[in-house]
């Protein structure tokens, strides 16, 4: 399939995790915008890459495996992994929260090696995984297999 549309098998995925979830209006408002925002693009020259087409295909694939949620003795297996031999990234957002609760990435750190792991939700197309202790919460999600986000963390007040 990605060779009849012209992109690797990376890119069409990306696509996919990035428009799957929208319907058929939104897609052709993303279009209309596609070709406000791009001078000299016109309806005709999207038909290699036609974004309704790209949604018609990706609703009969098969999703893919590492976007897939995992089980939290499994999100911990993987977690503990990337912190061995991978990358851990801080969003801006868990940044400033951190900022606020006077947390660090130690802190963080730590309670991905020791916290409780709940099952993942799926928050703006990504798999966000919650870890907790008693006073310390961190959402993260993967962003691969060697790489995972914080995306927020907090202080329990009790």
């Known amino acids: 399939m990605c060779r009849q549309i012209g992109v690797s098998e990376a890119t069409f995925y990306l696509w996919k995790k990035k428009y799957a979830h929208l319907g058929v209006s939104e897609l052709r408002r993303l279009r209309r915008a596609a070709i406000a925002l791009v001078p000299g693009l016109s309806?005709?020259?999207?038909?290699?890459?036609d974004i309704i087409s790209l949604c018609d295909i990706m609703s009969s694939m098969p999703p893919d495996p590492k976007?897939?949620?995992?089980?939290?003795?499994?999100?911990?297996?993987?977690?503990?992994?990337?912190?061995?031999?991978?990358?851990?990234?801080?969003?801006?957002?868990?940044?400033?929260?951190?900022?606020?609760?006077?947390?660090?990435?130690?802190?963080?750190?730590n309670l991905l090696r020791a916290g409780v792991f709940e099952p993942p939700e799926l928050i703006k197309g990504e798999w966000r995984y919650?870890?907790?202790?008693?006073?310390?919460?961190v959402v993260f999600t993967f962003v691969s297999d060697t790489r995972l986000r914080v995306v927020t963390a907090w202080r329990i007040e009790r």
């Open 43 to 49: 309806p005709d020259s999207l038909s290699v890459i």
């Open 67 to 109: 976007l897939a949620p995992l089980k939290p003795p499994d999100a911990k297996e993987l977690a503990h992994e990337v912190l061995v031999s991978g990358v851990v990234e801080i969003s801006g957002h868990a940044s400033k929260e951190m900022m606020n609760d006077e947390l660090d990435l130690a802190d963080c750190v």
């Open 130 to 137: 919650r870890v907790m202790s008693q006073s310390i919460c």
